[in-house]
């Protein structure tokens, strides 16, 4: 204790105040060297804020050991700050190097561009994604899924080409590229239930589509939160879609759209369920036209 208190005693008692400061200020390589740790500490997450951290941070070490050889002649600082700046600069090729490996399919590239991207999704992170799926074909004419017959065991997303969706021979809607193929079916199930479709999902033209398997996705979402929510916006959002392309279909009275929004619609949607006094002019209407 006394070694202790003897030391702090001469830290902060003996050791020499200062009695004159210097009135000139330090050249304008110290003052941006500065600014760049200033800037240079602003940056965000990811690999792109590193790289952007690093750059700057490398280049604030060298302007101080620039400041540290010609201004002040002080070896020691100008070592020190030396070192940091190779360390950043060692850094930055390396993180560099791990952004340009990050190499895709033409698919994938195309969907990251197209989807994920504008969303603010990292390249690793999207990486993480790409390695979970794989990229099919589906011909023309050929189904993704058969009503009543195909299980639902995987979820798609469609990277080029068209669907066609129908009920019992029945035309619904169309899924174009950057949507969901099967997304109200994955929504309906929890991870363990099972189920089939309820719907056919035929190849209008030659499609190529991304899917990831049930359980690979389940297993990819437990590890990686950040993904299971990025997959339920995008999930939810691709439903809303489909909702209201089946909207552009409904009509009651006279040729105006039903608001899928409103409770009313599963009585439409529903001939078993009892029907509302509101949707009476729709089943009138419908029926005159079958005639």
Not at 37 to 42: A, C, S
Not at 107 to 132: K, M, N
Request: with cysteine.
């Amino acid at each position: 204790m006394e070694r202790n208190s003897s030391l702090w005693r001469n830290l902060l008692d003996e050791h020499p105040v200062c009695t004159a400061w210097k009135p000139a200020a330090e050249g304008a390589i110290y003052h941006l060297a500065s600014i760049l740790f200033v800037v240079g500490l602003m940056g965000g997450s990811g690999f792109f804020g590193l790289l952007y951290v690093f750059s700057l941070l490398g280049l604030g070490f060298l302007c101080s050991a620039v400041w540290a050889w010609v201004d002040i002649c002080a070896a020691d600082i100008f070592s020190w700050n030396f070192v940091l700046f190779v360390i950043c600069f060692m850094q930055f090729v390396h993180i560099a190097y791990q952004v340009h490996s990050i190499t895709f399919a033409r698919e994938f590239q195309v969907l990251y561009s197209a989807l994920f991207q504008p969303l603010g999704i990292s390249l690793p992170v999207f990486r993480t994604i790409a390695l979970s799926s794989e990229v099919v074909t589906l011909e023309r004419e050929h189904c993704y899924a058969m009503q009543g017959k195909t299980s639902i065991d995987k979820l798609s997303l469609l990277i080029s080409g068209r669907i066609r969706v129908t009920v019992d021979g029945e035309f619904l809607h169309y899924i174009f590229p950057f949507q969901f193929l099967d997304s109200p079916e994955w929504d309906s199930l929890r991870p363990t239930e099972e189920g089939i479709f309820q719907v056919t999902l035929t190849a209008e033209t030659d499609c190529r589509y991304v899917s990831w398997r049930r359980k690979k996705l389940y297993l990819l979402f437990a590890q990686h939160r950040y993904i299971s929510r990025l997959f339920s916006v995008l999930i939810g959002s691709d439903i809303a879609d489909k909702l209201y392309a089946l909207n552009d279909r409904i009509y009651f009275g006279k040729k105006y759209h039903y608001d899928i929004r409103l409770p009313n619609y599963y009585h439409m949607s529903s001939p078993e369920m009892p029907r509302s006094p509101l949707t009476e002019p729709f089943w009138n209407s419908r029926q005159y036209c079958n005639k």
